[in-house]
């Protein structure tokens, strides 16, 4: 309560106020009791307008809303009762509050909940009942007996929750349903979101993020949409905590972005931001993407799907613009696609070899050429545009592996064929090798023995005749400019082919393979691990500034006296222009020291033996001149205007674009092809492997299947068979592709994109996008070096770019995706360790990686370890106690004992004491005397007692018997047998 700064609360039959920053002696409880129902919640209203005064409501268990006001002198010793020295706590009777207690009924049963909404200026209360559940209405309606607005709900309501944003109630009960309402609008609610299990007891918003957080009895969270209705995110708390596990409360805190709740302990659950808004993994299309195509002059995507379904996406918010559905007739899919420079036109080729022209624009069909309805193998491979003279042509694979010329002119409305492509192709020859068949000619005349042979025909005379497309299975296409096509092919070969002509121009043979060039025509076309997916063309630039635009502005920044008359003389013009030259002929001389002395060999042997390299040269030669003449043709206009004109310029704080004076220097181009095992290789023009590199992902390389760079060719970017995505840094490497550095090649990133196949990639360098198609129906975009992810097409939320690398924030990840980035360790520098600002926020889920060390089950499982038994085995305990025999002496003994007792331990035995016979007495009686004479024999007479004695034994038993009387006085008495027994 602000006004009196006190803390209020509620038990079973007292409201308890109390100073919660006092401390020590100055600690006072001020209890209200006896209240005459028992309050169940309560909540501040912000009702009064007196100073030093709060309004407090509380609904008790038979359904009345009460309204307590609470003054500051109500709070004293005197309004109290009670021992006052000791006890901490005073008692109020609320018949002596300033103010009575105002009370109405509302509801047929308990208020479970009451709270005040301050946007609508009114208070909530519900009810398990089912007349009355659910009452919105102003705190006025309690001290008066108007109608009020409610909605009954079978079960009743057992919380709810108003989202300010969404300007929506959202209320929860037994029957396991949360329902939307307008707070205007109770006939009948506006959503209803279904999926607990169990009766639901509290539900807050994210009002930030627009979402409903609900809790149930099996405390299971539940995290929904307030505007698409659908549930993001399910959790739930197993912890084990003393005292009951039911979650009694909740609250979210907006400011921190926290979730608390309240049981027999306090728990906050982690929340962390991520991109996604629904459950379900990111899509684009329902089915597999085939390609994905950039228009650079639209700043649109175009995505293809095997369903035959073409969509077109903005590439700045990710929405769609149109769509064309089964653009070339029913069940026939769309294999491939290509678009002309100008980015109006769209070429599209389906698997029964037909081959379509749409108008970007507007999605209509312009050309068509009819494929075939056979079962045979028709489907276009590859299709890419090319000039040819003054035409535009199309250039497409297929058609059981051929390769046609279309032209695509302005006229009617088919598609023609204006040529085929001739694979006929005549191998270099090898010296090294001599045929068998110029051996064997019997019209060839053998030289004398012990001469030379002048005229022996040699393997190097004869050229092998050989038909590339019978024995290489075209697999994709790439057009570099002008008129060179590149085809990668099934057997890991690079051909290109020359589009003017129609013709091969050179085969790059891969040299882990063995070529076969004998029988060309009947060479299976069997899958191999060399497959090439993608081929490109890098051609490395390097810009830079001028040096002579530099020069000029730090002479102007001098007071110079020329500068200041706003004068220049045609001699310091050309001394200008000289200067110029000269800095950008300096440029070009230290990149040409950096060339290899193999790099300048190779170059004489293209010009006197390959005509396409030479080419091939021009172009790039034409190119640098042309560069070269729009970095002159400025200067001499400026000039022409006058030198007046420059000095305006500077005295109204104008500045020229530093792009406009920027010198680009173009490298030699290099082919990239990708292949199925894993390696991307880089080849010169003369079919020369450089370098063979693989990525480093966290499981085993898989093949590589789509790629893409940068306009600048200084970033390439690879996607492989199981999902990742791999940049790379190559722009060292283009400069000096001869180099025996293994470092000019550095892999910036990996990271997981899909859990599928990579079928295709394009970088949008004005945005550092990269946008990635694959066969689990979604196109994705990522952003920067780091490999953050941006959003996918066909998402709810627009794209957000971020400026730069430093405002980025935490990259996030998809909601299918688990796996970090790979990213090389460096050095952090000081700018890195600094935290940056995030302009944006993404929406908040339950993160349980976090939750698992701050669990209160951990921390008892540490606190309260049981002790394990020391002996874990039960027959232990069945075991004889061991025999000790320690006392007994133990002496050496040797193995020549024998081979069983010589190995058995010997004990020595000291002597063993014989206990003493006890000395004989015999009976003394008349009576003993008489007993017969067996019984005083021992055990031996006694045993033959019943038996008959023979005449000798008779007799002499009676003759020792004579003697024993007779020398009975010497002898000790015998002892009586009883007494022995």
Avoid at 657 to 684: G, K, Y
Avoid at 763 to 783: E, F, H, L
């Amino acid at each position: 309560m602000p006004g009196i700064r006190r803390v209020v609360t509620c038990t079973e039959r007292s409201i308890a106020v109390w100073d919660n920053r006092a401390k020590g002696k100055n600690e006072s409880v001020y209890v209200i009791k006896p209240i005459e129902h028992s309050p169940q919640c309560l909540a501040y209203v912000p009702h009064s307008n007196v100073l030093f005064e709060d309004v407090v409501l509380f609904g008790d268990d038979q359904g009345f809303i009460n309204a307590l006001t609470i003054a500051a002198k109500d709070l004293t010793v005197k309004m109290s009762k009670g021992d006052k020295k000791s006890t901490p706590s005073f008692v109020i009777d609320p018949a002596k509050l300033t103010y009575p207690i105002q009370r109405r009924k509302l509801h047929d049963d308990w208020v479970l909940k009451v709270k005040y909404l301050p946007e609508l200026k009114c208070f909530g209360s519900c009810s398990p009942s089912s007349v009355s559940s659910f009452v919105l209405e102003e705190v006025d309606r309690i001290f008066d007996n108007q109608d009020v607005r409610g909605v009954s709900i079978p079960k009743g309501v057992n919380t709810f929750d108003y989202c300010v944003r969404a300007n929506i109630i959202a209320t929860g009960g037994v029957d396991k349903i949360i329902r939307v309402w307008h707070p205007h609008i109770f006939s009948r609610p506006t959503g209803k979101l279904i999926g607990h299990l169990f009766t639901i007891v509290d539900i807050v918003c994210n009002e930030k993020d627009q979402h409903i957080i609900s809790l149930s009895t099996a405390r299971v969270f539940r995290v929904w949409d307030i505007h698409t209705l659908t549930s993001l995110q399910v959790f739930t708390d197993n912890e084990e905590r003393p005292g009951e596990k039911r979650i009694y409360s909740m609250c979210f805190d907006n400011k921190f972005d926290r979730l608390l709740t309240g049981s027999s302990v306090l728990d906050a659950w982690p929340l962390t931001r991520a991109v996604q808004d629904t459950m379900q993994v990111p899509h684009t299309h329902d089915r597999p993407i085939s390609q994905i195509l950039y228009n650079t002059e639209l700043n649109q995507v175009i995505s293809v799907c095997t369903e035959s379904v073409i969509k077109v996406w903005e590439m700045d918010t990710g929405k769609i613009v149109y769509q064309i559905t089964e653009p070339h007739g029913s069940n026939i899919e769309v294999t491939t696609m290509a678009l002309d420079k100008s980015g109006y036109r769209l070429a599209t080729g389906g698997l029964d070899g037909s081959v379509k022209v749409w108008d970007f624009g507007s999605g209509q069909e312009i050309k068509l050429k009819p494929g075939k309805g056979t079962d045979e193998d028709l489907s276009i491979t590859g299709l890419q545009y090319v000039d040819i003279g003054d035409g535009r042509c199309i250039v497409a694979a297929g058609w059981n592996n051929q390769i046609n010329v279309l032209l695509d002119n302005n006229d009617g409305h088919d598609l023609s064929i204006l040529r085929g492509f001739q694979d006929v192709y005549y191998w270099p020859p090898e010296v090294e090798l001599a045929s068998p068949d110029s051996i064997l000619n019997k019209n060839t005349q053998l030289p004398p023995i012990g001469t030379g042979s002048t005229n022996s025909p040699r393997a190097g005379d004869v050229m092998c005749k050989d038909f590339i497309l019978a024995s290489h299975d075209v697999r994709c296409m790439q057009i570099f400019p002008p008129n060179l096509v590149i085809t990668g092919c099934e057997n890991g070969n690079v051909v290109s082919w020359d589009a003017e002509k129609s013709c091969v121009e050179k085969v790059f043979e891969l040299p882990d393979v063995p070529p076969s060039r004998s029988d060309s025509r009947h060479r299976s076309k069997q899958p191999s691990e060399h497959s090439i997916h993608a081929v490109a063309v890098l051609v490395h630039r390097v810009r830079k500034l001028d040096p002579a635009y530099i020069k000029t502005k730090l002479t102007k920044r001098e007071p110079d006296a020329a500068s200041k008359s706003g004068t220049e003389s045609p001699t310091a013009r050309r001394n200008r222009g000289a200067s110029r030259l000269t800095a950008a002929g300096s440029i070009k001389e230290m990149n040409e020291d950096k060339i290899d002395v193999r790099k300048k060999d190779r170059e004489e042997e293209e010009e006197s033996s390959d005509s396409d390299i030479d080419r091939l040269g021009s172009d790039s030669d034409s190119d640098d001149d042309n560069l070269t003449k729009e970095k002159k043709s400025p200067k001499p206009e400026k000039d022409e205007d006058g030198e007046e004109t420059a000095t305006n310029d500077d005295d109204d704080g104008q500045r020229d674009n530093p792009e406009d004076h920027m010198i680009i220097e173009t490298f030699d181009p290099i082919l990239v092809s990708c292949h199925q095992d894993a390696f991307i290789r880089f080849w010169n023009m003369q079919g020369d492997v450089l370098r063979e590199m693989t990525a480093m992902t966290r499981r085993q390389s898989s093949a590589v299947t789509a790629f893409c760079h940068d306009d600048d060719c200084n970033i390439i970017v690879s996607g492989d068979h199981k999902g990742y995505l791999t940049m790379w840094n190559v722009g060292k490497f283009l400069e000096d592709p001869y180099s025996d550095n293994l470092d000019l090649i550095k892999q910036i990133v990996c990271w997981r994109a899909h859990l599928s196949k990579v079928v295709s990639l394009e970088y949008i360098d004005n945005q550092k996008a990269i946008v990635s198609g694959s066969t689990d129906g979604s196109v994705r975009v990522w952003w920067g070096f780091k490999g953050r992810f941006v959003g996918f097409f066909n998402q709810h939320r627009p794209f957000l770019f971020p400026a730069s690398e430093e405002i980025a924030g935490t990259p996030v990840l998809p909601y299918d995706i688990s796996e970090q980035p790979i990213v090389p360790t460096k050095s952090k520098s000081a700018k890195q360790k600094i935290r940056s600002v995030q302009k944006f926020d993404y929406p908040l889920v339950f993160d349980s990686q976090r939750w698992k060390p701050f669990r209160r089950s951990a921390y008892e499982a540490q606190k309260t370890q049981k002790r394990e038994p020391e002996d874990k085995k039960f027959f232990n305990a069945l075991i004889k106690p061991k025999a000790y025999n320690d006392h007994l002496a133990n002496f050496g003994h040797t193995k020549m004992e024998g081979s069983v007792y010589g190995s058995l331990p010997v004990y020595q035995i000291g002597a063993v004491e014989v206990p003493k016979t006890p000395e004989l007495s015999f009976p003394s009686s008349k009576e003993e005397e008489d007993m017969p004479a067996y019984l005083y024999m021992g055990g031996q007479a006694a045993k033959g007692a019943p038996t008959a004695l023979s005449k000798d034994k008779k007799d002499t038993l009676k003759s020792k018997t004579k003697k024993g009387k007779s020398e009975s006085a010497g002898l000790p008495p015998p002892v009586s047998p009883t007494r022995r027994r």
